[in-house]
């Protein structure tokens, strides 16, 4: 899904299209198929909604880097100039360099235990859960609780890895930054250093760019987190009137992962350098 969230129209469209989708799940669950009992998880999965919209409208800016110019010394090769500016800007792009290297074991750890977290549980419900009273009604409502509390789980992981991704990127932009310094006021000719480098502040990868393994960690979180929510409202229907997986969970399940895609490009392409 090579959804990009780049403007502001954009993001209001989606914003609609969510409170419409919402409106629609509400009306289904509450009068349309009430006998599903689907009313507690559209409720938790409405609210998930909201809190994330605020999450998004509340710290967007902390995270949206601005672009500074580079200013070009007069004369780089006077030592007055230079100081121990050289020192001090190796210091600081090897604190960068290792903030980066951290995003990206943090992303691998978080993803390792969220499956760490969402495997036991699986494993210890198959060895203890007699299948015979599955749908009985305290086991039931056990079930749908714990279905729940691992699909929160999974949001909340979810939005680590966005904020690992978005101080990721913030490295990238900022040892770009240095690197864009030093080729102005190096002795090497701007042209030739520049050709020494693959990425630059212009040409670094965005937030949001697909095909990382951010993203695909995200997708995998968020595929897992939808089979979570998909249980869960299939556990919550009545006995009576269960015979297959209704269809509402299924479509309820895949508006999910839809959802929680589109919020990885909402907060991620609004992070991207602004000049």
């Known amino acids: 899904m090579n959804l990009v969230m780049d403007t502001t129209f954009k993001r209001i469209i989606v914003i609609v299209v969510c409170v419409a989708i919402a409106i629609l799940l509400l009306y289904t669950a509450f009068f349309y198929l009430s006998g599903l009992k689907q009313q507690f998880v559209v409720v938790y999965f409405l609210i998930i909604q909201i809190v994330v919209f605020l999450t998004f409208f509340a710290f967007r800016d902390q995270f949206a880097y601005r672009h500074r110019s580079v200013k070009k010394l007069k004369n780089p090769r006077l030592q007055e100039n230079s100081f121990e500016l050289a020192h001090l800007l190796m210091s600081d792009y090897e604190y960068i360099r290792e903030t980066a290297s951290q995003a990206m074991n943090d992303r691998h750890t978080m993803v390792n235990y969220f499956l760490l977290i969402v495997g036991a549980s699986v ?3 198959a060895a203890t859960v007699d299948k015979a009273v599955l749908f009985s009604g305290s086991n039931s409502q056990f079930l749908a609780w714990l279905a729940l509390i691992l699909n929160f789980i999974g949001w909340i992981y979810f939005l680590i890895i966005i904020r690992l991704r978005q101080a990721w990127c913030g490295s990238a932009l900022a040892m770009n930054q240095i690197k864009e310094f030093y080729i102005q006021n190096g002795r090497v000719p701007d042209d030739i ?71 990885y490009s909402l907060f991620l392409d609004y992070t991207n350098f602004r000049r």
Do not use: M, N
């Open 123 to 125: 494993t210890i419900l």
């Open 193 to 263: 250093a520049r050709s020494a480098f693959l990425w630059d502040t212009k040409s670094v990868p965005s937030a949001g760019r697909k095909s990382t393994v951010f993203y695909y960690s995200a997708v995998l979180i968020s595929f897992i987190s939808s089979i979570v929510l998909i249980f869960a409202s299939f556990i919550s229907v009545p006995a009576k009137e269960v015979v297959t997986i209704p269809v509402f969970s299924i479509l309820l399940g895949l508006y999910h992962f839809v959802f929680q895609v589109i919020c």
